[in-house]
């Protein structure tokens, strides 16, 4: 089986490899969530690696679920872009568990998190 590893391991793969980078994130509230926008930017010799990614999570629950989600989500998948922890899988952990937990919720009716799940796929 593949091992899949968390947004915050691979942020501690980036402090063992002594990486220069920056983050930046940009909150945007979007019909009741909200759309997180992170910029990675690693330094090397002089230059600047720039790897983007985004994430959209609906307020189904609470909002700072809804916004800390989206913004793990987000970084997680800049890293990955950097390569940054990625041995087997793009995808962490952190995915993996928010997308379990709305296929769950879907299979009861849940309609707001039926929508979520569309919006993922």
């Known amino acids: 089986m593949q091992q899949i ?4 391991e691979r942020l501690l793969e980036a402090k063992k490899n002594k990486l220069d ?3 930046e994130t940009k ?3 979007l019909e009741n969530g909200f759309l997180i926008k992170t910029r990675l930017t690693i ?9 983007e990614s985004s994430s959209y999570r609906k307020i189904t ?3 700072f679920t809804a916004l800390e989600t989206a913004d793990t989500v987000s970084l997680g998948r800049a890293l990955g872009k ?3 922890g990625i041995e087997h899988s793009f995808i962490t952990s952190d995915e993996v568990s928010v997308s379990s937990l709305i296929k769950a919720k879907a299979k009861t009716g ?3 998190i039926n929508s979520i799940n569309n919006k993922l796929k």
């Open 82 to 84: 950097a390569g940054i």
């Open 61 to 63: 629950d609470s909002v």
């Open 110 to 112: 849940n309609k707001s």
């Open 5 to 8: 590893i968390s947004t915050h």
């Open 21 to 23: 980078y920056s983050i």
């Open 27 to 29: 909150e945007t509230f």
């Open 43 to 51: 330094y090397v010799d002089n230059k600047e690696r720039v790897y």
